[in-house]
């Protein structure tokens, strides 16, 4: 884990508790700190470089501001042509719950899911989340879990998304009239099925799977005297979570379990 310390630095305020740092340097300077670059690097601007870090210290004397920037990554397109060239640095802290956010946002094949813009879903829109409910979720399930290799983890993340809208497509139809029919008929697009996607890839990062499996969300379930898929809207289990409540915005303690009815009903078994 390296440790950089960088003087002269400056401090922009953000939003509460939240800043970031500026700085400019030369390609020479920045090389021979040694910071481990991006293998998926997700920002290029000509003269811009954005390093992520765990942790900033600030050590201030008088207008001087010293940073100590803890394990550094470059996760801006970074060549080393023309070493004598100015850069415009920006250090900020970003944990692992933005790192997984900004993976599926900017993947061509996940960000068209996702509402940017309003805090609800049309009834007419192919959108079937929105960015502040997702952005919720990812800290609820996210926020206090330590990895040390969090740049993987974000091409990992990305990688089990786009193969479970592939292997579940069914779930995940291009035409407004097959996503409303879809709505109808199931659950699997609120905020309970979204816990289920995000908490199994956790859990399986936690047991230290080398392979990340896919769920299979259409698989079939026998529940009581039921048959059907899990997240069918006729399934009973939902009158039994739910005898009060609604499905579409479920408590904390009412997700967990769901997540956990899934697992056992399911048998956690991967899609073929």
Known sequence: ?????????????????????????????????????????????????????????????????????????????????????????IFKVENLPEILLNSFIKSSKLNNLVEMKSTNLSKNSLKLITYSSLENLMFEIFEFSNYSNTDELGSLFKDYFEQLIKVNGLYFPNSLREVQEIKEKTVIHNLNSWYIFLCFFKEQLEDNVVDIQIPNLTMEIKYKNWTGTFFDRENPIWEELYPNSRKNYPSKKIKIKTYNHWKKLTKELPSE
């Open 1 to 89: 884990m390296i440790n950089l310390e960088i003087s002269g630095v400056q401090k922009i305020d953000i939003k509460e508790n939240k800043s970031i740092y500026s700085y400019i340097a030369t390609k020479e300077e920045i090389l021979s700190w040694n910071i481990r670059e991006s293998k998926n690097p997700s920002y290029y601007l000509d003269g811009l470089i954005i390093i992520i870090c765990k942790t900033i210290n600030e050590n201030k004397e008088g207008e001087h501001l010293t940073i100590e920037i803890v394990d550094p990554i470059i996760i801006s397109k970074f060549t080393n042509k023309e070493r004598q060239e100015k850069q415009y640095l």
